[in-house]
């Protein structure tokens, strides 16, 4: 995986009409393709299912003003086929099963980016993002600089590469300020990511229940 930022770039920010709490993966959803030669299968619906081969993309939403406020997450996950362990700080060798992102931007930034595409948004240098990740071989509640780019963007370890299914609940606004220092501004967008290319491996994995507070 080679990403210049912390996460990759979607062509488009995709609006989102779900109102704070319960996020549907059924609309306001896209992929991004970052290779030419090959990506993950998504299926969008009730849950989010995902399928990599030897692949790496993402599926991004764009958050309302609603949900803006929201200072915690909480979701389900499983994993029936696991890439190895890898060691998530080194850059091109961060294989991992799933990562959920949580953008965020001071809110009188955000609110003048409301209408700007995906370019324009992660090229400003006051976003910041957690990413929390099935996958590496680091313990639980480690927080690791993003390789790709310090100061920006954060991976929080929840669990190590290995198949199964588990419930988790994160407090965005303690990670954030034990990555940052501060409180986070406005969460204004979720990406989720599969990540196979480096190892030559597969996924298959799902993401449910996804609920903003």
Do not use: C
């Amino acid at each position: 995986m080679r990403f210049t930022l912390p996460i990759a770039v979607p062509a488009a920010l995709i609006a989102s009409t779900v109102l704070a709490g319960p996020v549907s993966f059924s609309s306001g959803w896209n992929e991004q393709r970052l290779s030419l030669f090959n990506s993950n299968d998504y299926s969008f619906g009730s849950s989010l299912g995902i399928v990599s081969e030897d692949a790496v993309s993402l599926a991004w939403a764009r958050l309302p003003r609603s949900e803006w406020g929201s200072r915690s997450a909480s979701w389900s996950w499983s994993v029936a086929q696991s890439v190895p362990a890898t060691d998530l700080r080194r850059k091109g060798g961060d294989d991992r099963n799933i990562s959920i992102y949580f953008v965020f931007l001071p809110e009188a930034v955000a609110a003048g980016l409301e209408g700007a595409n995906i370019r324009q948004l992660m090229g400003n240098r006051d976003v910041r993002i957690l990413q929390y990740v099935w996958g590496g071989n680091h313990g639980r509640g480690a927080i690791l600089g993003s390789p790709y780019a310090p100061g920006q963007g954060v991976t929080v370890a929840l669990r190590q590469a290995g198949t199964g299914a588990h419930s988790e609940s994160v407090d965005l606004a303690r990670d954030f300020q034990a990555a940052f220092g501060g409180a986070p501004g406005a969460l204004v967008g979720l990406a989720v990511s599969a990540d196979s290319d480096d190892t030559d491996s597969a996924i298959q994995a799902t993401v449910s229940g996804l609920t903003l507070r």
